[in-house]
């Protein structure tokens, strides 16, 4: 046997990707269900999302400390007791708050659904927002920021984003321990009213749905006064800094520096996004890309670089980012610019780029095993105002892109003097 | 209930096979038995340095994730005290890319100067980037030297220094590889649309060949009992001063083990557990309080950890978590113990979700003795008592047991 031969491979492209559809329903009030049903195990996700994220408030802060504090006591319940109700079933109830939307999430064995909506369904309508709660969570935020602040690779995430969209864009805004301190109860009590009693909601639902799910839903969801989700666009215009180049200490001990290298870029709208996933992957998007390749695999400058499209509804931005040893910044910022004058100057050849596309579509593949990574395709989709064309038209151009299409991309968006600069020790 | 089957090879080599016909995937995992505790303790970060020199080319084919990532698939790998683990998922078409690549680095490794200089400098910086460049990124360093004075355990898999790590030789890397790197010292698993036969067809094939190699007898070093606390304080620049405290647990396999995981539960498992309530909600001496074990193999540790609200004393701080140890030492309720064992049977769930976790977990599984504790274990958490929960907890939270660091900010 000859070891040095490999074996036949079947090219990945040749796979037909298909997205499992989902089932739509509309509950009593007109609230969206879209449901998956799949997978073996009899566990059940439910995310509601609703139109509640840092882009609708007036006082900064206020969307992610209502979002926060959801599981922090109703009329009825205690935090503990609301605590005590999910763990007992083994469940977890999460919340997470995001640009444009704010999420209350559940997932459990399904066959507790019945015992733990009731109090999902008290924690949207009934949350009261007690000063106690408020001050234990302002003090405890406050303390894990001054520890991040310490960290280079947070603080250079925080500037570099406020650099590509300004202070006053939900996406380039960050929080200051001061900013805890200029709202009270009585805001986050109106916030909640209007983004989640009254608010937009849509709901997504997967697992391996029991015949009852929908009558579930509706008994719990389908009579509050919530309407049904529109997609949301940002009210504000984004602000670009006019400087590019930024050298900051944060840390005069520190051994490595955070660097972040960005631009602007449009949204998933735009004709050339679903190629530039590929020449993304190709350039900084995964283990074999040329950084890794370069900066890692060759010079051994840092433990990992990565290029990235910031996954956000509106226009956004195309960062690379490592940490790299203190000494080494400026010769891995040198040898960033350096890859992407090779990809504006020389055609990828077909292997490379037969490889990219293979791997793309292995990943597709194993993304979509089991039910709540394919619901979290379609939240995806859903939430950006896409529909299934856009997920097999992405398909196909990986499939299909050439390599003079990759050139042309990268002559377009790959020019150093585009691109933001920031490096924090 | 999972489903598996096992066979063993000529060489030595277990295979187990999880058949999983609703994804179009399929995974390959390699687990060798050998972990940082291997090591010479003058030597140490070398299992892990190791795991990145795996990647640099093998005998017979020169870049293991070119071919991989060609066959549309994805690969990582981890190193912990006690094992090595790699792992590989892509399309089930293609599995045998993973076998062809797999077998031919545990029959020998391309040796490269290159791979092993520009490796040396990127666990540097991985080294860096997670324990110098981090607020309280040394505390395992120090904790491990304070609560282990002989088992190997005293040093972090990343190893003890940057030099060790620094002064690796291609003679040294060689010596680990055929040494540890032999079929008897691994277990291959293969899960997801695959099937039994054919998994047997291609294991003949591609690890059947391989000379079993010299099995590997472990004779470490065991941690005696202690017999007195111990304390260390460190001062940093840190914005906040932080507690850990550490007490000695059983080990994986001991019956004992589960109930020293469900007290780490009681203790901190979410947002209703006592810690949390009591420490952070109630007397809000704590920004945030965790307790936890890392499942080591051999004697392990639990540990309680939290960072100080500003202006709160660490006598205070420690003062109220001996509070609720005696606490727990008193008693639990039904309902409490209920909690935290439908938590774990959830958790579980949860965890076998994905084609890949299984896979894993079945080789972790298979590493401790045996591939259906998987499906067993549930029971051995179901079946630990009140009374078990409140002996084991005055005997783990005995003082002679602590190892105690006070972190204090400089600032």
């Avoid at chain 1, 209502?66 to 999910?86: D, I, R, V």
Wanted: aromatic content about 12%; proline content about 3%; overall charge negative.
């Amino acid at each position: 046997m000859d070891r040095s031969i490999t074996p036949l491979i079947k090219d990945a492209i040749e796979f037909e990707l298909k997205l499992k559809p989902y089932q739509q329903f509309t509950l009593a009030n007109g609230v969206n269900v879209f449901a998956i049903d799949a997978g073996a195990q009899d566990v059940l996700q439910v995310e509601l999302v609703f139109n509640a994220g840092n882009n609708f408030e007036k006082i900064k802060g206020v969307a992610g400390t209502t979002n926060a504090l959801l599981k922090n006591g109703t009329s009825t319940k205690t935090a503990f007791q609301l605590n005590e109700h999910f763990e007992y079933y083994g469940a977890y109830c999460n919340r997470g708050c995001y640009n444009e939307t704010a999420v209350v999430s559940l997932s459990a064995l399904a066959k507790h659904f019945e015992v733990l909506l009731p109090v999902v369904k008290e924690m949207i309508t009934d949350s009261i927002f007690n000063e106690d709660e408020f001050t234990i969570y302002k003090q405890n935020t406050k303390q894990r920021l001054c520890v991040s602040l310490t960290k280079s690779d947070f603080v250079a995430s925080r500037l570099i984003d406020a650099y590509l969209f300004g202070e006053n864009h939900p996406y380039g805004a960050y929080i200051n321990a001061e900013d805890l301190d200029k709202f009270t109860t009585a805001d986050l009590k109106n916030y909640f009213n209007e983004f989640y009693v009254n608010g937009n909601c849509v709901i997504f639902v997967s697992g391996k749905l029991p015949d009852n799910i929908f009558e579930l839903l509706n008994d719990n969801f389908g009579k509050l006064s919530l309407t049904a989700a529109n997609y949301q666009t940002l009210s504000i215009e984004r602000e670009l800094a006019t400087e590019k180049k930024y050298r900051i200490q944060n840390d005069v001990n520190g051994v490595q520096g955070s660097i972040r290298i960005a631009r602007e870029f449009p949204n998933r709208h735009h004709p050339d996004f679903m190629n530039i996933m590929v020449l993304n992957t190709l350039f900084g998007g995964y283990f074999g890309s040329r950084l890794m390749s370069n900066i890692r695999e060759d010079k051994g400058y840092t433990y990992g670089i990565h290029s990235y499209i910031q996954n956000h509804i509106g226009s956004t931005a195309w960062m690379i980012s490592t940490d790299a040893g203190k000494e080494v910044c400026e010769a891995t910022i040198e040898e960033v610019y350096k890859e992407m004058q090779l990809l504006r100057e020389e055609l990828v050849d077909e292997e490379e780029l037969m490889l990219v596309k293979n791997y793309l579509i292995g990943t597709i593949l194993g993304d979509l095993d089991g039910p709540f990574q394919i619901m979290g395709r379609w939240k995806n989709l859903l939430l950006n105002n896409l529909d299934e064309n856009y997920f097999y038209q992405s398909v196909n151009a990986i499939k299909t892109i050439t390599a003079e299409e990759i050139r042309e991309l990268a002559k377009k968006y790959l020019n150093p003097s585009d691109f933001y600069e920031l490096v924090v020790v | 209930m999972i489903n598996f089957e096992s066979f063993t090879l000529s060489n030595g080599l277990k295979v187990v096979v999880h058949e999983d016909k609703s994804t179009p995937m399929a995974v390959l995992n390699v687990i060798y038995n050998v972990g940082a505790k291997d090591e010479n303790p003058n030597k140490t970060g070398f299992a892990h340095l190791f795991e990145h020199l795996m990647f640099g080319g093998s005998i017979n084919i020169p870049e293991y994730d070119e071919p991989l990532q060609k066959a549309g698939g994805e690969n990582n790998a981890f190193t912990t005290n006690d094992l090595t683990n790699y792992y590989c998922q892509l399309p089930a078409e293609n599995i045998e890319t993973a076998f062809w690549l797999e077998s031919d680095r545990m029959l020998s490794l391309a040796f490269g100067k290159k791979s092993l200089e520009v490796q040396r400098k990127v666990v540097c910086e991985e080294f860096k980037e997670h324990y110098i460049n981090k607020p309280y990124g040394d505390v395992w360093h120090k904790m491990r030297e304070l609560a282990y004075t002989t088992h190997p355990y005293k040093w972090m898999t990343i190893g003890a220094s940057l030099k060790h790590v620094e002064d690796a030789t291609l003679e040294d890397v060689k010596n680990f590889f055929f040494k540890h790197y032999t079929p008897c010292n691994a277990i291959v698993v293969v899960a997801g649309n695959i099937t039994l036969e054919q998994v047997k067809a291609l294991s003949e094939k591609w690890f059947g060949p391989i000379p079993a190699g010299e099995k590997y007898e472990r004779n470490l070093p065991q941690e005696p009992k202690q017999t007195a606390p111990r304390k260390q304080e460190i001062k940093a620049n840190v914005p906040l001063d932080a507690l850990y405290k550490c007490w000695h647990i059983y080990p994986r396999l001991d019956d004992r083990y589960y109930v020293a995981d469900l007290i780490t539960e009681i203790m901190s498992g979410g947002g209703s557990s006592r810690l949390y309530q009591s420490l952070v909600k109630e007397k809000q001496l704590f920004s945030n309080i965790e307790c936890y074990h890392l499942g080591s193999t051999d004697v392990g540790l639990l540990t309680i950890e939290g960072k100080l609200v500003k202006g709160v004393k660490m006598e205070d701080a420690e003062a109220a978590i001996n509070e609720e140890i005696i606490k727990l030492q008193q008693g639990i309720s039904d309902k409490e113990l209920a909690k935290v064992k439908n938590k774990t049977e959830s958790m579980m769930a949860f965890e076998d979700m994905s084609v890949m976790n299984r896979a894993t977990s079945l080789a972790m599984y298979e590493l401790l003795g045996d591939a259906n504790l998987i499906n067993t274990e549930l029971e051995k958490y179901r079946a630990v008592t009140a009374e078990q929960l409140i002996e084991e907890s005055k005997i783990i939270f005995d003082e002679n047991n602590s190892n105690t660091l006070y972190y204090y900010s400089n600032n």
